[in-house]
């Protein structure tokens, strides 16, 4: 075979992988804007990463029991942190959760798997000022007591409460005794269930209504008595 045979067959060769490459990429491409024009399916795919997401945040942070909150990606963190505090440590790519109706917002690092940030949604009054939510409505008080031998037992606990805005610890304190088994939560918020319910399952505790005896009385909304526990 002379060289202009070998040149020839070399170009044939290299045409046929490039429109093998071409042809390949040609499908990719094409599979991705069919999904992207059905808007079920489109829908569908937005749906299943979101809820992959809270997936994870949920391990990670109690999160409000609300259906469909916003989701979106954070882009030009600068700019946004330049206006608010509240993105001061986040990333380009970090996911942002909002949810309306408990009116919060969070942070996520996916890559990190962490929380970056915690904080309330603001809205408008008629006037344009910011109107912050309410104790009353969006914060559940906490008195943490420390029924345990141990001296430093409400510690984790306080940290891992701080981490959702939901639940606002203002006081810690020694319970009436220290035989105190498990963590024991004190609902005395007339009407907080979902709220209960969360801090239940943050805790992983069992819930009573009342005092337990020799304990003195709270100005909280919630008393939460760290006993002993099985380790």
Known sequence: MNTSNVLLVALLILALAAF???????????????????????????????????????????????????????????????????????????????????????????????????????????????????????????????????PNATVPVRDSLTTNYTFNVTRLSKAANSNYSGITIVDLSEGKASYIEQLQKALGATVVQALPEGEVSASTEVVVIVGTTNK
């Open 20 to 150: 093998a490459w071409s042809f390949f990429n040609y499908q990719s491409v094409k599979k991705e804007v069919e999904v992207l024009k059905d808007p079920s399916l489109a829908q569908r795919l937005n749906e299943e990463q979101t809820q992959e997401l809270l997936t994870k945040v949920g391990k990670v942070l109690v999160l409000p029991q609300e259906k469909n909150p916003v989701v979106a990606i954070i882009n030009d963190v600068e700019l946004l942190a330049s206006n608010q505090d509240f993105y001061k440590d986040a990333h380009d790519g970090d996911k942002l959760i909002i949810y309306q109706n408990a009116r919060k917002a969070i942070i996520f690092d996916e890559d990190a798997n962490k929380v970056v940030n915690v904080g309330p949604v603001f809205y408008n009054n008629a006037d344009g000022t910011a109107q912050p939510p309410t104790t009353q409505t969006d914060r559940i008080t906490i008195d943490l007591r420390n029924g345990s031998a141990e």
